[in-house]
């Protein structure tokens, strides 16, 4: 089975800190994403990465930066935390298909972030 | 840019009875349709998905949704839902190498 990490299920941080969530995939992937999901806003993609060192913007990547330096791994890093940024952030990995239509993504279990 | 409607934000439903949750999508040239379900606490899972072929699709725990071109949705059904159905399910639509989803909805279960 394809199982997806995410460092911590839970994070309170205070406005101002830098913040790092990590998130580890273990079945080779080369597409890794990072999701903010918020109630009656579903899931917004803020980052994406189809290969080690590459990222894409997703629809909200301002005051968020990202690090993939090995393809198992992909950091979403806050730079100064503001409490607009509580949420609950998921993770998720997938391959691309023949057609380059996506494959199924795999998500972690998310890490709910308090920024007080 | 592909985008995604849920209109149902919840929708209650006993236990035994059939349920639909609809999703509609913007129209494109081709489109891949997805379901996930989110039970409480957890990530999202995929409940089912259509790429091609025939347009009833069947997923998991019972579930299946038909893709309509010229309605544009992609209603997910069930005939006899359970109490474990009670999570949150999101429709997405594939759009280069992203997933868009749909703003979810709730499905509440009551005994």
């Known amino acids: 089975d394809v199982k997806v990490t995410q460092s911590s299920r839970y994070l309170v941080k205070r406005t101002g800190e830098k913040v790092f969530l990590e998130c580890v995939q273990d079945m080779d992937h080369e597409n890794m994403f990072w999701y903010r999901q918020d109630p009656g806003l579903g899931l917004r993609l803020i980052y994406f990465s189809y290969d080690v060192k590459m990222k894409e913007k997703g629809d909200i990547p301002e005051g968020y930066s990202v690090s993939r330096e090995k393809k198992e791994r992909f950091s979403l890093i806050l730079e100064s935390a503001s409490t607009n940024q509580t949420s609950m952030y998921l993770c998720?990995?997938?391959?691309?298909?023949?057609?380059?239509?996506?494959?199924?993504?795999?998500f972690g279990p998310g890490t709910r972030l308090l920024v007080l | 840019a592909q985008s995604v409607t849920q209109l149902d934000s919840q929708v209650p439903v006993f236990e035994e009875a059939p349920v639909e949750l609809r999703c509609n999508y913007s129209s494109s040239v081709s489109v891949y349709l997805f379901w996930y379900v989110q039970y409480p606490n957890q990530g999202l899972q995929l409940l089912l998905k259509y790429l091609s072929g025939s347009t009833l699709v069947k997923g998991i725990n019972g579930f299946e949704a038909e893709f309509n071109k010229s309605q544009t949705s992609f209603h997910l059904r069930k005939p006899s839902v359970h109490i474990s159905d009670t999570a949150e399910y999101f429709c997405a639509v594939d759009s280069s190498y992203k997933l868009i989803f749909g703003s979810g909805t709730r499905l509440l279960v009551r005994p």
């Open positions: 998720a990995s997938s391959i691309t298909g023949p057609s380059s239509y996506q494959e199924t993504q795999y």
